[in-house]
């Protein structure tokens, strides 16, 4: 099956119009990206990039092949979930947002991996932009995303999971709880190019506040560690599992209930090979419980054939 491989690598370097990125994403090194796309060049007798010395751009035939390769490498991954359409099993590649693995998603991936032990997340953080591409192309079968301010492409459906309302922190030191009186205080931005970030901006407008921006971050990680030192105050979502009180150097003041949450959903293609999971994903949460183990109790050790790998194009952004 090293033709599939190969396809699927050369999708990862027309996505990123790099061999280095590329090799990042497929976890191979650049020489062996290099390498493969040649075999491949070859193989086709055609010349699927054109190279420079510091980029690298799909050649005309190139162009042309795209969509077939990814047709044919979305076929390859259906055919391969054929024999466990209708069971949580097997390898399942999910996009998820940083906040989202410190929110309700983290206790949701847990249900399943204790109760589903012949399953296998592999786990890509990243923007909700980003996974939206990389859901829509077959790279990934789901994305725990925010919900979009623009909608999505019609072969997506995305089903909301659960709200996180937004909150105003401010340092422990400070002890007023006014939101008016706080943010005429230094102001920490999350980044505006972000879904999250836009929602933030409509919350400050919906407030009717002027803020006076020191910084402009993408990491809610980052941002709260700003804030618990005093550098200023930051409107973000409440995180479902964050540590975030007064013993941690955070004050959380809740803003008025006409101020919008952030949804959090599950982001599928219409059709796909993977639905027993997106739908337990989902039960999970309509629910409350999903349905009986596989096998053992809830304490057992039913981990053993489930795991969890981080993907790797980890990154610190919460959008």
Not at 45 to 67: A, H, K, N, Y
Not at 73 to 98: F, P, S, T
Not at 172 to 179: E, N, S
Request: one cysteine or more.
């Amino acid at each position: 099956m090293s033709a599939i491989r190969y396809f699927v690598t050369f999708l990862s370097v027309a996505r990123h119009g790099s061999f280095a990125a590329a090799a990042d994403e497929v976890c191979l090194t650049q020489a062996a990206v290099s390498q493969q796309m040649r075999s491949l060049e070859r193989d086709l007798d055609i010349v699927l990039f054109e190279r420079t010395p510091r980029s690298v751009s799909l050649s005309e035939q190139g162009r042309t092949i795209l969509p077939l390769a990814e047709t044919l490498v979305a076929n390859y991954r259906k055919i391969l979930a054929v024999g466990e359409r209708d069971e949580v099993a097997g390898v399942v590649r999910v996009g998820a947002l940083v906040s989202s693995l410190m929110g309700a998603f983290a206790d949701a991936m847990l249900n399943l991996k204790r109760r589903y032990p012949r399953l296998e997340l592999k786990l890509f953080t990243g923007l909700s932009s980003d996974f939206a591409t990389r859901v829509d192309s077959g790279e990934l079968d789901a994305a725990i995303v925010t919900q979009s301010p623009t909608g999505f492409p019609a072969t997506l459906k995305w089903t909301a999971l659960y709200s996180e309302p937004m909150v105003l922190i401010s340092s422990t030191d400070d002890p007023r709880t006014d939101v008016d009186a706080l943010l005429q205080e230094p102001y920490i931005r999350f980044d505006r190019q972000t879904w999250t970030g836009i929602l933030i901006e409509e919350a400050l407008q919906g407030l009717g506040a002027s803020v006076r921006d020191i910084m402009e971050l993408n990491s809610l990680e980052a941002i709260c560690e700003m804030v618990k030192r005093g550098f200023g105050v930051s409107i973000v979502p409440r995180l479902a599992n964050a540590n975030w009180n007064l013993e941690s150097g955070l004050r959380v003041t809740a803003l008025p209930e006409r101020i919008a949450p952030r949804r959090v959903g599950l982001l599928e293609r219409r059709e796909h090979g993977r639905e027993a999971f997106t739908d337990a994903v989902k039960r999970h949460f309509t629910d409350g419980a999903d349905e009986p183990a596989a096998s053992g109790s809830r304490g057992a050790d039913a981990d053993a054939g489930a795991g969890v790998d981080a993907g790797a194009d980890a990154s610190s952004s919460s959008d």
